[in-house]
């Protein structure tokens, strides 16, 4: 099984949840233009309603074209008697990705990915089309997250899911912050040592834009890829902030070329705009053009 590369390593800056049992809500979200969309079937859906949620869903992932969003499911938790049906629908109507929510261990990513592999095969499809990611909400979960990354090749991202996780820390919500910078930094640098993405938890006061400004400033600095999102007017403020300023998209511009050109030269290391560059840097280059793109300001050739 080879799962996408292209398709695992897409830009992800905002990730909108969706209650997949209103179709009122999933007939036209790709007009908000967000990166990917969460369709819901856990804590947005009623327990008697689980049924008719997945039927709402199996039928706009089959009849909508929602233009290049990428479409992720939440499915039940792993301690419900939903998951699997869940696994089932989600495969049937060509979900990109499943989301894990309440993600503790290794052996829940695999025990997931193993019915997913089933269900492939019973609906045809190719193997190793449906992506995996894990939303991480309790201090185990947290201490677990490096397994957790590496625990399949199907796995894209790990995600922050923060209500629980402070709940469980005996604590409350600040403004700053300050009682997640353990969990966070925990997450990014795992996902980072298994070459897989990383997402911030959502921001519940959607009036607050300020507010939600600052949290997106401070987990673009820490590294994280992107943000999960409640309401479609938190998408313009994220991706604003993720946009490379001109002299960002330059100075990547300068360091690809250069990069090139050097290579055929057999020069290793030179400087830019008065900094030192070498091949480690090209990565972070690359990175910056994609996000130009993805934010419509990129007018060059790369």
């Known amino acids: 099984m080879e799962p996408n590369n292209t398709k695992k390593n897409r830009i992800r800056r905002t990730m909108m949840f969706l209650n997949a049992q209103r179709p009122s809500l999933l007939q036209d979200a790709y007009i908000y233009r967000s990166d990917s969309l969460i369709f819901d079937l856990e804590d947005a859906v009623a327990e008697r309603e689980k049924d008719s949620a997945r039927f709402s869903l199996y ?12 479409k992720v499911v939440r499915i039940n ?23 894990i929510p309440k ?9 997931v990915a193993e019915l997913v592999s089933a269900a492939e095969k019973e609906y045809g499809r190719t193997e190793g089309s449906t992506l995996l990611m894990a939303a991480v909400e309790s201090p185990r979960g947290v201490i677990n997250a ?21 709940r469980n820390l005996h604590t409350v919500k600040s403004d700053s912050g300050v009682e997640l910078l353990g969990a966070r930094s925990q997450l990014v640098i795992a996902a980072r040592a ?21 949290e997106v400033a401070l987990i673009k600095q820490m590294g994280f890829d992107g943000k999960s999102l409640i309401s479609p007017k938190q998408i313009a403020p994220v991706h604003e902030l993720y946009t490379p300023t001109e002299k960002e998209i330059s100075h990547a511009e300068k360091i690809i070329v250069q990069l090139e050109e050097n290579k055929k030269k057999g020069i290793g290391v030179f400087t830019i705009d008065g900094k030192m560059v070498d091949i ?8 910056t053009i994609n996000y130009a793109k993805a934010s419509g ?3 060059g050739a790369l």
Not at 148 to 166: N, P
Not at 280 to 287: H, I, K, P, T
């Open 59 to 70: 039928h706009a992932l089959t009849s909508i074209d929602y233009q290049g969003c990428e």
């Open 77 to 99: 938790g792993l301690d419900t008697p939903h998951y699997r049906e869940d696994i089932r629908v989600c495969v049937a109507a060509g979900a990109d990705t499943i989301r």
């Open 103 to 111: 993600c503790e261990t290794r052996d829940d990513v695999l025990h």
């Open 146 to 166: 490096l397994a957790i990354c590496e625990a399949s090749e199907r796995m894209m991202g790990i995600a922050l899911g923060a209500g629980d996780y402070i």
């Open 194 to 214: 298994a070459g897989i993405q990383c997402f911030d938890t959502a921001y519940l006061d959607v009036d607050n834009i300020e507010g939600f400004k600052r």
């Open 280 to 287: 480690a840097l090209l990565e972070g280059a690359q990175r």
């Open 297 to 299: 300001v990129y007018k």
